[in-house]
């Protein structure tokens, strides 16, 4: 992968401001843009969500906002007041997730939230013991835990024994209770399959089951309108550089015949989208610290790592990595560095599990340099572990357009 002179120029500015070892680089340009084109290819009948989870930074908030996107996909009361924050209106919040607290669904229906979706019979008696107490009614959806996965994709949410959602075979047990209930207003589905698809085929796939079932449900159950489908998220990002892009155009056709063919016009469908919108406007920087021989291996040491930046290691992937040469003179006449040969890269963490990237391919590098870990802005610095070993938390860069066209970085620090 090659990085633009702009984030290359900034990575160099960065790094030479008091001695910063390790930092986050965000342009949200990308992230705009995709919105922007999502907006102006899908059917007229989906409304595209930001799922915050993917990088909760203000930055990345007002960069939906600016965009346009419907609303915000929120998974836990801070996410929420977040959200408040960056200036959604609660009406434009979806709050999915297991496990929601008393707390959380007391201040999604005291909020008058857009839609809470129900994980299980518990959590929607919970809600309607709270809607009863607060005299108001709120609008739900489903989600469902089907009986279908997609084959290949980066992590699967369907299909087996699953936290997430209600199990497709009980819904004709727990369906009649749900629509019973007189504080609680079924609106519709959530059904998310699986994430990191890269195959439109395959999400289309999904989305033709999930019609199928949301038919079903309809014909079984007398009131029960899905009147909202939810697909959560899916669409891949092409970490491994296989030039296997996700098609959100192709998607957009698919999905806009099987809406015709269903005759499912009426319909609001939902898009979470998070990883596909975030991962290509942030970089995780690192300065490698140190390069040695070990039995045959090269292993790069660096000043963060997965304290920083744990999804390469979470994910068993390696992301695309850029050297950024810093010409600092060596330390002495034999100190090691690499060229043209696969390495491993890991940070300054007593464990073995703290790895950047496995057996990776570099032309060269020296003690010094920066690793630029690309594709980055996505599940990046907020899902780490940064109090292991008490290491600097990392900056986190914002790279703003001024109106003199001069492109500037300075901290936005989270929190």
Not at 11 to 29: E, I, P
Not at 125 to 153: M, T
Not at 245 to 257: E, I, M, T, V
Not at 381 to 391: D, P, Q, R, V, Y
């Amino acid at each position: 992968m090659i990085i633009s002179e702009k984030i290359e120029h900034a990575v160099r500015v960065q790094s030479n401001k008091n001695g910063a070892r390790s930092f986050y680089l965000y342009d949200t340009t990308s992230m705009r843009n995709k919105i922007t084109y999502l907006k102006s290819v899908m059917p007229q009948e989906v409304d595209v969500f930001y799922a915050m989870k993917a990088n909760p930074h203000p930055a990345f908030l007002s960069a939906a906002q600016e965009a346009g996107v419907i609303g915000i996909e929120i998974a836990s009361l801070g996410e929420g007041e977040s959200a408040l924050k960056a200036g959604f209106e609660a009406n434009r919040l979806i709050f999915t997730g297991p496990g929601k607290s008393p707390e959380e669904l007391c201040w999604s229906v005291e909020n008058s939230i857009r839609t809470i979706h129900i994980e299980s019979l518990t959590e929607v008696y919970r809600l309607n013991e709270i809607c009863k107490k607060s005299h108001k009614v709120q609008d739900i959806l489903v989600r469902v835990n089907a009986n279908f996965d997609i084959h290949g994709a980066q992590a699967t949410f369907s299909g087996g024994s699953r936290k997430l959602g209600i199990d497709e075979e009980k819904l004709s047990e727990y369906m009649p209770i749900i629509l019973g209930l007189d504080f609680i207003r079924f609106r519709g589905l959530h059904v998310y399959a699986a994430s990191g698809v890269l195959k439109v085929e395959d999400l289309l796939m999904n989305c033709k089951l999930v019609f199928h079932l949301a038919r079903n449900i309809e014909e079984t159950f007398n009131g029960a309108a899905c009147d909202i489908i939810d697909f959560g998220g899916g669409f891949g990002v092409d970490y491994l550089e296989s030039r296997e892009d996700f098609s959100p155009d192709r998607y957009a056709d698919g999905l806009r015949h099987l809406i015709t063919e269903y005759g499912f016009h009426d319909r609001r469908f939902v898009l979470e989208l998070g990883r596909y919108l975030a991962a290509d406007s942030g970089w995780y920087c690192t300065e490698i610290l140190d390069i040695k021989e070990s039995r045959g291996i090269k292993q790069v040491v660096t000043a963060g790592g997965t304290n920083h930046f744990r999804r390469p290691a979470a994910l068993s992937i390696n992301h695309p990595v850029v050297i950024i040469p810093m010409k600092q003179s060596p330390l002495f006449s034999s100190q090691e560095n690499v060229y043209k040969e696969k390495v491993y890269i890991g940070g300054p963490l007593c464990n073995s599990a703290d790895k950047l990237a496995n057996d990776i391919f570099i032309d060269e590098a020296h003690v010094g340099d920066i690793a630029v870990f690309c594709l980055a802005g996505a599940y990046g610095l907020s899902m780490s572990h940064m109090e292991f070993l008490s290491h600097a938390r990392p900056d986190e860069i914002v790279i703003f357009p001024e109106k003199d066209g001069v492109e500037y970085a300075y901290p936005h620090l989270c929190g």
